[in-house]
T-cell receptor
């Protein structure tokens, strides 16, 4: 079974804090993705990575950065959290262009 | 640019009714993949099916069936004899196969409520 884990299910941070969201997959997948999900907007891609140390911007990268130092781990970084980054964050991984497998999500609240 | 439209925002049905979730897509590619995902109240997206653009055969898996029609750019999902456990948000997604295209474009989802 493919397993994608995310470091926290729920997180509360203050405006201006630096926030790290961690994602780990155990299936040696090349590709990893970070999405945010908001009511009425569906899933929007923030960043993705198709190899270690490689990253590509998605549709809404502003205010975010990512890091992929090891194949199994993909981190999303909010350099200075703002209230409009309150959202559900979903990590996914996939082998090449096959279906993506999702983690349980992190519900982040920025106050 | 690719686009996926799920026109139905919310649907409510009574248990045992059949229900069809619509998905219409736009793409310039001739080779692409279509997907359906289920997101139950727990939040984790669950993969249901992948279809490539060259395979227009309908697919049936238990109470689930999918109707892919290239002529109308649609990939509709039908649940037969719905059950309360089918209550979830369902997402349709598209992946193009051009160079560097690894990402999925998701529709905004259809929230299905099955009432006992």
């Amino acid at each position: 079974d493919v397993k994608v884990t995310q470091s926290s299910r729920y997180l509360v941070k203050r405006t201006g804090e630096k926030v790290f969201l961690e994602c780990v997959q155990d299936m040696d997948h090349e590709n990893m993705f970070w999405y945010r999900q908001d009511p009425g907007l569906g899933l929007r891609l923030i960043y993705f990575s198709y190899d270690v140390k490689m990253k590509e911007k998605g549709d809404i990268p502003e205010g975010y950065s990512v890091s992929r130092e090891k194949k199994e781990r993909f981190s999303l970084i909010l350099e200075s959290a703002s209230t409009n980054q309150t959202s559900m964050y979903l990590c996914a991984s996939s082998p090449r262009r096959d279906e993506q497998y999702f983690g349980p999500g992190t519900r982040l609240t920025v106050t | 640019a690719q686009k996926v439209t799920q026109a139905q925002t919310e649907i409510s049905v009574v248990e045992k009714e059949d229900v069809t979730l619509d998905c219409v897509y736009e793409t310039r590619d001739t080779t692409y993949y279509l997907f359906w995902y289920k997101q139950p109240p727990s939040g984790e997206l669950v993969f249901l099916i992948r279809r490539n653009s060259f395979d227009e055969q309908n697919e049936i898996s238990g109470r689930y069936s999918w109707n892919f029609q290239k002529s109308t750019s649609s990939f509709n999902f039908t649940i037969t004899a719905s059950q309360v456990v089918d209550s979830a948000v369902y997402f349709c997604a598209l992946s193009e196969t051009g160079a560097g295209s690894y990402q999925l474009t998701f529709g905004k989802g259809t929230k299905l409520s099955v009432i006992p």
